[in-house]
């Protein structure tokens, strides 16, 4: 069946950086929308970047000009590229991907299992 993969979550002080990797794989045939949300404890899950096939991205406004989102196609994978990161920026950070796997007739919702980043002060 189709999966999603993360990797990169690690623990970095306040300023630091991380890159983390999202690998679609199984039986794919269309990759749309790939992207990233975050939870922190306690709080609901939100966006945090998203990108379509177009490249056309999507930010919250609480990570804009620090976060970068890329796809490398060839790889079926998604990159986060987290710079100058805050405290509160700690949540599981889990990947997304809307996917027309083979043999059907539309596309459906997939999700990683989630990677942590813990940001220090």
């Known amino acids: 069946q189709v999966q999603l993969a993360e990797s990169g979550g690690a623990l970095v002080q306040a300023g630091g950086s991380l890159r983390l990797s999202c690998a679609a794989s199984?039986?794919?045939?269309?990759?749309?929308?790939m992207g990233w949300y975050r939870q922190a404890p306690g709080q609901q899950r939100e966006l945090v970047a998203s990108m379509n096939t177009g490249d056309s991205t999507n930010y919250a406004d609480s990570v804009k000009g620090r976060f970068t989102i890329s796809r490398d196609n060839t790889k079926n994978t998604v990159y986060l590229q987290m710079n100058s990161l805050k405290p509160e920026d700690t949540a599981v950070y889990v990947c997304n991907a809307l996917i027309t796997p083979l043999r059907a007739l539309t596309p459906f919702p997939y999700w990683g299992q989630g990677t942590q980043v813990t940001v220090s002060s």
């Open positions: 199984g039986p794919i045939s269309t990759i749309f929308v």
